[in-house]
């Protein structure tokens, strides 16, 4: 009996040796894992919209694409898209030399055009007030602005040697969609010939890659631009070529095989955990959305559920998931919302509804009166008397009177309210929307 113990503390103390002992690689291998994801996920976006420029005939880097139309069901390249602005788009390859971005005068109608760097963070932002020439130069590791001097524009700085542009121009209702049409095609891409770049390969990547398919793709990328480096992270593979997960010892292998799987579950979860975290159902926007100041539990979530978000200053994002109660949307029920009088914004307000997936990401659903999203702008909704709007949320006609946003016929959806250039209210937490009510139980099938 004495030796049985002795053998048994023997292996309990070698498993416990064992187990402190992978402690670090697994710490190691999940920093790489959310390290790596945002570079992944911003080369994934560049590779579909080459294979889809590729169609039309078109060819290369630094070629500015404008959109024509507002984001619908079938958009479904960005996840999480607006129904409120065209969208135009430049995948920028700044190695050969900067391009040169101008912005048209735009009459006071909202627009934005950002670029964020090769991990997802906006690093130029610049709105309709910057009318004019704008130059876009690889920084090297650097941001910022130098200004232009005598009649030179100023040169903005992208950290990587990739980029991706992102213009938003607004769409104020169905009657204005030619003339906000004219006012994008404004927006135009001087690309000098030197930095005209041949078609990079492209092949359509899966929203959640396996670790091969994760170090092959983001690791060029990485290793383009060594502010992006970790070599505290070297022995994961992480920055260290095409082949990284390949070469590494099998253990190291079944590891990423282990963790990356569990990750991505956790960022899903985490999507719509903020939501279950507040007393009135609208998550808080994570801290440092969409800048360098975000963690890369953030950055990683951000790729996956809202891919391409601007940050706060530019744009507030509150996500809902679950009604007054706590119970989840499902679009076998009806439910209501009521948004206050005068919220407080410089730009403007949208509420969109998005189907989610089991992956995590987010698009508009069909319907019979192709309405996605609701705002400030949408004409024929009517107001209460003190100039609030209740918005009824039912997948069945709720006749003439109500304000409908239309839902799925079942399963799970979600509610996005979206604050463009939020006022102080908004961003301090002082002014918040109430919760969703639900109004009918779902009826039994046959019923």
Do not use: C
Not at 107 to 121: E, F, I, P
Not at 172 to 184: F, T, Y
């Amino acid at each position: 009996m004495k030796k049985l113990l002795i053998v048994l503390l023997l292996v309990a103390a070698l498993l416990g040796a064992g187990w402190m002992w992978l402690r670090t690689p697994i710490a190691e291998t999940s920093e790489a894992a959310l390290a790596a994801f945002p570079v992944y996920s911003i080369v994934r976006a560049r590779n579909e919209q080459l294979l889809r420029i590729a169609h039309r005939g078109e060819n290369g880097s630094n070629l500015l694409i404008h959109r024509s139309t507002l984001s619908g069901p079938r958009d479904r390249t960005i996840t999480t898209p607006n129904n409120d602005t065209l969208y135009s788009t430049a995948f920028l390859d700044l190695s050969a030399g900067p391009v040169l971005l101008t912005i048209p005068k735009l009459n006071g109608r909202y627009a934005s055009a950002v670029v964020m760097d090769s991990r997802t963070d906006n690093v130029i932002l610049l709105r309709e007030t910057d009318e004019g020439r704008h130059e876009i130069a690889f920084g090297n590791g650097k941001t910022g602005t130098i200004p232009g001097v005598d009649g030179a524009p100023p040169r903005h700085l992208v950290p990587s040697k990739e980029g991706w542009l992102l213009i938003r121009t607004l769409v104020d209702g169905p009657a204005d969609l030619e003339a906000a049409r004219a006012a994008q095609a404004g927006f135009t891409l001087e690309v000098p010939e030197a930095s005209r770049r041949p078609q990079r390969e492209a092949v359509v990547l899966p929203v959640l890659p396996d670790p091969a398919m994760l170090l092959r793709r983001a690791n060029p990328v990485i290793a383009e631009n060594p502010y992006l480096a970790r070599p505290a992270l070297a022995a994961t593979g992480y920055g260290q070529g095409g082949e990284a997960f390949e070469a590494l010892p099998v253990w190291r292998q079944w590891l990423w095989r282990f963790i990356l799987p569990r990750a991505f579950d956790k960022l899903k979860a985490g999507l719509n955990a903020g939501a279950r975290s507040t007393d009135d159902g609208w998550s808080n926007p994570p801290p440092g959305i969409g800048t360098a100041s975000a963690t890369d539990a953030v950055r990683s979530a951000v790729a996956l559920g809202g891919l391409a978000a601007l940050p706060k200053e530019e744009a507030t994002y509150w996500m809902a998931v679950l009604d007054s109660d706590r119970q989840d949307f499902d679009g076998a029920h009806h439910y209501r919302l009521t948004i206050p009088a005068n919220v407080p914004v410089g730009a403007f307000w949208s509420l969109s509804l998005y189907e989610r997936l089991p992956d995590g990401r987010l698009f508009f659903v069909e319907n019979p009166i192709q309405r996605y999203a609701v705002g400030d702008r949408t004409q024929g909704l009517k107001r209460n008397a003190d100039g609030s709007l209740t918005i009824t949320i039912q997948p069945t006609d709720p006749g003439p009177e109500a304000n409908w946003l239309p839902s799925p016929a079942s399963g799970p959806f979600n509610l996005a309210f979206r604050a463009y250039r939020p006022g102080e209210p908004i961003r301090n937490g002082s002014w918040r929307l109430p919760p969703v009510e639900r109004v009918e139980q779902a009826k039994p099938p046959g019923q």
